[in-house]
């Protein structure tokens, strides 16, 4: 899997994925009120308009990038009828070329686990049947529980040739609470990252591993130690944008290739027309701004990795 | 919240919940059948042979305890029919008087951490109206974001008078990776319980926290050093039974009273037709069996509390 994201990331020239996390404030107000009027003011409305909003931004941005994150929570908040929206944003997006990185954050015991990478990356197997489930191409994991709690998603890299990226660093400000306490004379994280490269030894795709690493953009010198330590691990890298980092503060995160890691924006694409910068877009371009802000942060990346 | 569980403990006499995490190998042949015959091999057919399981098991034990843990992780695995199935189950596990505890052991930064507190003990706000989405009591969090990615959970114990059990030392042998690992002298979990100590401060409910503690019971050392550390914490314990621990390896999670946890048991109640101690029931009267396992179960606690 790592090296489709790999050769999707060189041809489009964009190390970039798009953040689906529609929030209802991003959603303009003729769209809430063409889904409210269809559905009501309810789950069913509300995953109607996250999926109108999703596919006009998809529609105008997927030949600029090779992969989407959609954040499964901004689904499951609507219950069954947004989750099933979480699906067929999906399958939109595979159907346009796009890889789909599920955020799921999902880690458990290790049969639990067995069933969410099943569910997420893999398929089930029903009678005798197998059926694909939610059908991404990668998710991201939560490591707390240890390797048995990880190695079924692991497997399911294997089984059904696809990817997963293990929170390492989050990008969060309270992400060093636990994860930079010190542990041996250095921080937790490094300790997730030995075990991110030992369990990515078991999954390699050419040169990478399928397991990869989400490593926060807010924490720039932290990217590169885990860039350093982690040579085959490619990074899932959160936090550009709305959440203050800056192309130089990632850059670190790449290697003296420019490879190795794809940026996560969300909201600072999604909700680009909220913004000043893209503000004469107005709300019913909202998709051109979305594509706008996109090629400036694909131009801004790209000259952040060139500078460093 | 947590007084309603202690009051509905004290009238059951059974400090137990059921683990309703169905597999399909634990559902008799004739339920397969069913199901299958009725939607086919098909995650549809899976649903229902879960919800038909499930329902038999809830009917014959409902009056014996004060909740149920369904995992979700069981019903994703099937996708959208799945999770329809984990919402009628805690719907018709509400409707027979028992609290409903949703192991999702969900966390993500805190405004992904709010969907998710709004999806599962919380109600999402659609337009002007505000609506439940699974509607559970409590639910199960991940701390490894720390407290921006717990935050959230605890305001919606108090807005909604729900509760959350964070991950402190799970029950699985590769729990030991990071949760054991020493910081400043003590294992992380410790550090971990500190903040579940802090956190759960800001919502309590009588003497104890609606933010309770995930203690596994096969650690029994652990849980009587957390008992200790946590006196006004509530434990949600698995590991009873099919994971190995007895009545006395968790006695150290109750306080002098017996009081301060419930033990869950999952397969060891819901498969106990498929052990040789209840095997004359029969795969016909498997719900029979897992009211005698329960019975068995409770007795067992409650002479290891008395010894103990």
Redesign the interface.
């Known amino acids: 899997m790592i090296s489709r994201l790999m050769k999707r990331i060189q041809e489009t020239g964009a190390p970039v994925c798009v953040g689906l ?1 529609p ?2 404030s991003f959603i303009p107000a003729r769209i ?1 009120k063409k889904a ?1 009027g269809e559905k009501g ?3 069913e ?2 995953a109607l308009a996250l999926w109108l909003f999703n596919r006009a931004i998809v529609d105008s941005t997927f030949d600029l990038i090779p992969a989407v994150k959609p ?1 499964i ?2 689904y ?5 009828p947004g ?2 929206v979480y ?1 067929q944003t999906i399958d939109y997006c595979r159907s346009k070329g796009l890889l789909v990185i599920g955020d799921a ?6 049969s ?2 067995g ?2 990478a ?2 997420h990356i893999g398929q ?1 197997k ?4 197998s ?1 694909d ?2 059908r991404a191409d990668m998710v991201t994991v ?8 990880v190695k079924p998603f692991v497997d399911a890299c294997n089984a059904y040739d696809r990817g997963i990226f293990v ?1 390492v660093k ?10 930079d ?4 004379g250095k921080p ?1 994280y490094e ?2 990252a030995d ?1 991110v490269v030992e369990w990515g030894r078991e999954s390699m795709d050419g040169e990478w591993s399928n397991v990869g690493a989400v490593v926060g953009a807010t924490y720039p010198e932290t990217g590169k130690r885990l860039r350093e330590l982690m040579p085959h691990t490619f990074f899932l890298v959160p936090g550009y944008g709305a959440q203050g980092a800056t192309a130089k503060d990632l850059a670190g995160c790449f290697d003296k290739d420019g490879r190795g890691a794809i940026v996560n924006s969300s909201r600072g694409i999604i909700a680009a027309y909220k913004k000043a910068e893209y503000a004469e877009y107005g709300e019913d371009n909202f998709a051109e701004a979305s594509r706008r802000a996109l090629q400036d942060m694909i131009a801004d990346l790209n000259k952040g990795k060139a500078e460093s």
């Open positions: 996390d929030q209802l809430l409210f003011e309810n789950p409305g509300a954040q929570a901004m499951e908040q609507f219950g069954i989750l099933t699906k954050k999902r880690g458990d015991i290790g639990t686990s069933a969410y099943n569910a089930v029903i009678g005798s049947v059926s489930v939610f939560n490591p707390y529980l240890g390797t048995d709690g929170l989050t990008s969060n400000p309270s992400s060093g609470e636990f994860q306490r010190l542990v041996d937790l300790h997730v075990k």
